[in-house]
């Protein structure tokens, strides 16, 4: 048995280590959950924790975290939750490490590169593969997996009760709620899941001060016929398409949708094979292409107006190696299937993505949470001419008038997108030039829509404001 002395000095050893690598052990932290580093990652001075929390001990179903600190000052500012959408998607592959995380992969699939323009500048980040069977969260009771929007809230609220028991020291902290894409669903629900728990809790309570959703599922009948109306917009489907699409299709039916307007639907559905419809200005990737490359260890990036298109698949050939895995204390059950952006493990209910969400975010605004609505400009799948008819629609069932009309904000002295704001809680924003996924896009304009958000601050709409994010905001 090590005497007491060396124990102590294998103590030191392994905090200096640590620390060398950027990594301090904060008190009140799970040291067990810390990621000293992780590969090829560039070091960095702020700490990362990974690992899983148990959300139902009798299924034996658990949902796996990052949690990434701000990159200065972490202990003075707010905490953030993210959640990508799907449903079904992860949370970290995605918003983490793809784009507003403080890492993207690098080219070859096998390292890591700085996020210059990370969320972490502005606020401490939680990602969490949510439901159970996205990415490495799982279910020991495959039953689980039949799931749908009422149960994925449930779960997140007792993830989140029991990870700030991991974190104590977040507990006070002003937390925001922010995703994008079906999170139209999932933030929503959430926040009202914590409004309620709050109201009937004597003890904690989750200090939830805002959300905030990207391109987000709102109301499936209007965002399903926005999504045509963009395609026709931008010139991607013709005119005889666009008015048999108007001519077969009850939207507002859509579970009982007729042959006719599948077939007209099928008619357009040629799009997507030449279109990303994400983002319809980006190029494609071509999969078998990149993988190939990085099986043979080539750099496989392809850049279009300044994206890298293939980070999808560096990210995929990333996480699906073993030392990665082992570093983020990952896949501790050794799933019998390889990580993936997508679960296909997950039959997520399809009755759930035609609820109405406009009476939800009603509720969270009346309990003065304050709701930001944002879209990518060039997102044909949740489009905002559909969430700004929306967002409008709602500011009008709560009586709102509009406080900030219609118009550009400014980021860097150019616009950075349009704004109009009904009272103090509730604003809609469009980020100019980015997609369905607004911060891979256009990271700049959208850390500076964040950072104004989590301050609660107006977004400048002169370019005498200064647009770009001000040292002295990332470092106060």
Excluded at 117 to 128: D, E, G, I, Y
Excluded at 139 to 160: I, Q
Excluded at 275 to 303: G, H, W
Aim: proline share 5%; net charge negative; with cysteine.
């Amino acid at each position: 048995m090590a005497s007491y002395g060396a124990l102590a000095v294998t103590m030191v050893m392994v905090v200096v280590t640590l620390q060398w690598f950027g990594c301090n052990f904060a008190e009140g932290y799970p040291e067990e959950d810390l990621v000293a580093r992780l590969p090829g990652q560039p070091k960095v001075l702020f700490r990362q924790y990974a690992g899983y929390v148990d959300v139902d001990f009798e299924t034996g179903r658990s949902l796996f975290y990052y949690f990434v600190e701000a990159d200065t000052h972490p202990e003075t500012k707010p905490l953030t939750l993210w959640l990508n959408g799907g449903p079904g998607c992860s949370s970290v592959g995605g918003g983490a490490f793809t784009e507003l995380g403080p890492f993207y992969p690098t080219g070859d699939g096998r390292g890591l590169r700085i996020n210059s323009m990370s969320w972490n500048k502005a606020s401490n980040l939680l990602f969490v593969e949510s439901p159970a069977g996205v990415g490495w969260s799982y279910s020991n009771t495959s039953s689980d997996y039949n799931t749908g929007d009422e149960t994925t809230a449930n779960d997140m609220l007792v993830f989140l009760i029991r990870w700030f028991s991991k974190f104590p020291e977040l507990k006070a902290r002003d937390f925001f709620l922010t995703g994008e894409s079906y999170a139209g669903h999932y933030i929503p629900q959430l926040a009202d899941a914590i409004h309620s728990y709050n109201r009937q809790s004597s003890g904690f309570k989750i200090n939830v001060k805002g959300i905030a959703i990207g391109n987000p599922l709102l109301k499936l009948d209007t965002d399903t016929s926005a999504a045509y109306e963009f395609l026709w917009s931008h010139g991607l489907i013709s005119d005889e398409h666009k008015h048999a699409i108007i001519r077969q299709c009850d939207f507002t039916s859509l579970p009982n949708i007729s042959k006719a307007c599948i077939e007209a639907l099928t008619e357009v559905s040629f799009v997507t094979k030449y279109v990303n419809v994400y983002d319809v200005l980006l190029d494609l990737c071509f999969p078998s292409i990149i993988e190939q490359e990085l099986r043979l260890k080539k750099m496989a990036t392809q850049i279009s107006m300044g994206v890298d298109v293939c980070m999808m698949h560096e990210r995929q050939f990333y996480f699906n190696l073993p030392e990665v895995q082992h570093a983020l204390h990952a896949n501790r059950t050794h799933l019998p299937y390889q990580w993936s952006m997508c679960s296909t493990l997950v039959n997520y209910s399809g009755i759930d993505g035609n609820i109405n969400m406009l009476p939800i975010l009603k509720r969270i605004i009346q309990n003065k949470t304050s709701v930001w609505i944002f879209s990518g400009d060039q997102d044909s799948v949740v489009p905002l001419l559909g969430s700004r008819t929306l967002v409008r629609e709602l500011a009008h069932d709560l009586n709102f008038s509009t406080t900030l009309p219609y118009g550009p904000w400014f980021h860097k002295d150019q616009v950075g997108g349009w704004v109009t704001e009904y009272g103090k809680l509730l604003t809609f924003a469009t980020v100019r030039g980015a997609a369905h996924m607004v911060p891979y896009a256009q990271p700049s304009r959208a850390l500076h829509l964040f950072s104004s958000f989590v301050r609660g601050r107006r977004l400048p709409n002169n370019t005498h404001e200064r647009g770009e994010i001000s040292l002295l905001d990332i470092f106060s």
